[in-house]
């Protein structure tokens, strides 16, 4: 697995492809590897680069004392672009919302196009009963190791406070066992972990940082669920409305986790934007 070294640590990443690239993030305690069933059914000529983000599931710690707030984790990404000299980049946010913000903080010049999935959005940080889930773990004693191990037990995950919500179809436990492996193993990793969920979330700044997006001047492609509790439909509706050169596209039969539920129409809706638009900012 290729590495990039940046001011934050090392970041390891995946690539596929050749082209102008588009750049796959991921959500809490999660890797690259949500991206699998979707990834072979993208279309060719586009460089595919899945960074594993210091979110609780990456193979390695960072260095101690790094900023992981949300504003620590947009200079993260931000920095990783650069590192790879990636220019004219189309993000696809999924989950995690953090990164919408590139814009509000002013980090986003390297970002040409963006493909938003159900993410954290407005004050929807964290978001639903997961969200809640994870910061309370975040605050108990070996809260995390605890629900790193639970989210082992396939009945215990697809309860709402865990994955129910998040994936309409039950998760492969292999799939889950490489998430939390890395945390299981490394404190360092959980530290990782913390240092974010424990930064804390203005729900103003919130709200105002996601609304700084009305600025992108790029294509934006919302890729929504139609269905799901945790990241609320509404919220697709608005991003759409809020981002000048957007266009929305509901996804049926999925949740949060749409690239797992329904793989094929996910790639269907990414390979239409991504040949039919292109990532020069206006």
């Known amino acids: 697995m290729p590495t990039v070294d940046i001011d934050a640590g090392r970041i390891h990443y995946r690539e596929r492809g050749d082209g102008p690239p588009v750049v ?3 959500g809490l305690l999660m890797n690259h ?4 069933s979707v990834i072979d059914l993208l279309p060719t000529g586009f460089r595919y680069v899945l960074p594993d983000l210091p979110l609780g599931a ?4 960072l260095r ?3 900023d992981l707030s949300l504003r620590g984790l947009n200079q993260l990404v931000a920095d990783f672009l650069t590192a790879l000299d990636l220019h004219d980049v189309t993000l696809v946010h999924s989950d995690w919302g953090g990164a919408l913000f590139l814009t509000a903080y002013g980090l986003d010049d390297r970002v040409g196009r963006l493909i938003i999935f159900p993410s954290e959005a407005f004050d929807n940080f964290p978001p639903g009963l997961p969200g809640k889930t994870a910061i309370l773990a975040s605050v108990l004693p070996g809260g995390i190791t ?5 989210m082992r037990v396939s009945w215990l995950r697809r309860s709402p406070l865990m994955f129910g919500w998040m994936a309409k179809s039950p998760l492969p436990d292999a799939l889950v066992h490489a998430w939390t492996e890395p945390g299981l193993r490394d404190r360092g990793i959980r530290a990782d972990l913390l240092a ?3 930064s804390g979330f203005d729900k103003r700044a919130l709200i105002a940082n996601t609304e700084a997006l009305r600025h992108f001047s790029g294509e934006a492609l919302i ?3 139609s269905a799901g509790k945790v990241m609320p439909r509404s919220h697709g509706t608005r991003l ?7 266009r929305l596209v509901e996804i049926d039969d999925a949740y949060v986790l749409s690239m797992l539920d329904n793989p094929a129409a996910v790639a269907t809706a990414i390979a239409a934007f991504l040949t039919t638009t292109t990532a020069d900012r206006r």
């Not at 590897?33 to 699998?36: A, F, S």
């Open 24 to 26: 796959l993030l991921h």
């Open 33 to 36: 590897t949500v991206w699998d």
């Open 240 to 246: 759409a409305a809020l981002i000048p050169h957007a």
């Open 196 to 198: 974010y969920t424990r």
């Open 58 to 61: 990456h193979p390695e710690p």
């Open 223 to 225: 890729l929504w669920s």
């Open 64 to 66: 101690p004392g790094t």
């Open 146 to 150: 605890l629900a790193l191990r639970q």
